[in-house]
């Protein structure tokens, strides 16, 4: 009878409690410690307990109602004792088990063994209290041992290599193509700098063409073009940059310049900062420069050399998930005191895939609008089908896809700076 009693007042406290909202707190985490080969030292069972009886997050407990059981294994190593630690737990959310290693010297005190003993314990547990008791857990990092020593080793020096081909192959028709750039890289947070060395170059061979009177007439054609240039951008804050950079190209006698050399200023706007932790961008500048260039046909306007003042406005926005990023390029290039005499507008969605440490692959396709005074229709040898061949780039419109990899050695200072992509 006094049991039924009891009982009864037992539950009608609890539908009480639960009637006033009174919500029990998660119970702790119940710990039990097995150990396997005890060593020399007393980590276990008399460290690894006190330890546990320390947090009041944690209740220590038999091994057969445990949420977490901790199997010690010391092996002896000199005067060390490497003592293995496994974490497995047998509660709700918890993670797959974890395994840990700590070194304690044998002929040190009780104070220096624990001091050694602890955060090996605490950071083995952490995720499992977390699991339950979410609220109570942080993780805060220190600086290693020997943290100013390897400072040295952290370089804003790299380099990139990158490597694209194309190529086809019958009896009578073949052609191939490459291309090759060399980057060097200076980056910190504040500064960035950039030299460049590209070549590119391609082939074609194919029969020649037969007059009616028996004139052989060759089809076959080759191109190059090496270009070369610095730029240093500077970040004045997380939204605002400037820089300035200098491009200079040549080319083979049948394509549109014997040179071109551009030198442009820049100021651009991001909307997050070098360091956004997703690696996402979004970004608009403002360029302003002056070119010179050379011809290999005069155009229409009787001009072999020109140079005038250009500007305009660029921008760029990409997202990246895990390995993978993609985006958009937006750019232009106005002559500033003739407009409509030339004007350059470009889009171009890109993405790259990170398939290495090392190694890139990068897709893009770029689309074109282009005006400009085109070759005097007077200068061009109808007899030279090289360069009738090569005339493409008087087109108002065109269309490119380019696929190609990269091989990359970035600055190990950890530092990013995204800052105005291309001058």
Request: contains cysteine; neutral net charge.
């Amino acid at each position: 009878m006094f049991a039924r009693l009891l009982i009864t007042c037992v539950l009608c406290s609890a539908g009480r409690a639960r009637a006033e909202g009174v919500i029990a707190e998660p119970p702790p985490i119940r710990v039990a410690l097995e150990c396997e080969l005890v060593g020399r030292t007393k980590a276990c069972p008399a460290f690894l307990r006190g330890l546990v009886d320390e947090q009041r997050v944690l209740l220590a407990s038999p091994r057969a109602g445990a949420d977490v059981v901790i199997y010690a294994t010391a092996n002896q190593i000199a005067q060390i004792d490497r003592l293995h630690l496994r974490f497995v737990g047998h509660m709700g959310g918890a993670p797959a088990p974890v395994e840990l290693d700590v070194d304690l010297d044998t002929r040190s005190g009780d104070d220096e063994q624990r001091a050694a003993l602890a955060p090996v314990f605490r950071r083995g547990l952490a995720l499992f209290v977390a699991a339950r008791h979410p609220d109570v857990v942080d993780v805060v990092f220190g600086v290693p041992k020997g943290a100013t020593a390897t400072a040295s080793a952290q370089s804003p020096w790299g380099i990139e290599l990158g490597i694209a081909g194309n190529g086809s192959y019958t009896a009578q028709y073949r052609s191939a193509g490459a291309q090759v750039h060399l980057i060097g890289r200076y980056v910190t947070r504040k500064f960035r700098a950039f030299a460049l060395q590209y070549l590119e170059g391609a082939l074609n061979r194919q029969p020649p063409l037969v007059l009616d009177d028996g004139t052989r007439v060759a089809l076959d054609s080759e191109r190059w073009k090496y270009r070369f240039g610095a730029e240093a951008i500077y970040s004045l804050s997380d939204t605002w940059s400037v820089g300035a950079g200098s491009y200079t190209f040549f080319e083979d006698p049948k394509a549109q310049y014997k040179f071109n050399s551009r030198n442009r200023v820049a100021i651009e706007w991001d909307r997050f900062p070098a360091d956004d932790p997703r690696g996402n961008r979004l970004a608009v500048f403002y360029h302003l420069g002056w070119i010179a260039e050379r011809y290999n046909i005069p155009n229409v306007l009787g001009e072999k050399f020109a140079q005038y003042p250009s500007h305009g406005i660029d921008a760029v926005g990409s997202v990246r998930h895990d390995r993978i990023s993609f985006g958009l390029n937006l750019s232009s290039d106005v002559q500033l005191n003739h407009p409509t005499r030339r004007l350059l507008l470009t889009a171009s969605p890109f993405a790259k895939v990170q398939i290495g440490a090392h190694v890139d692959l990068d897709l893009s396709f770029s689309i074109t609008k282009r005006t400009f005074p085109v070759p005097d229709p007077g200068a061009i040898d109808p007899s030279d089908y090289e360069q009738l061949s090569r005339l493409a780039y008087a087109e108002p419109l065109s269309l490119t896809g380019t696929l190609g990899i990269t091989f990359h050695w970035d600055p190990t200072n950890g530092v990013r700076n995204d800052r105005i992509g291309s001058i």
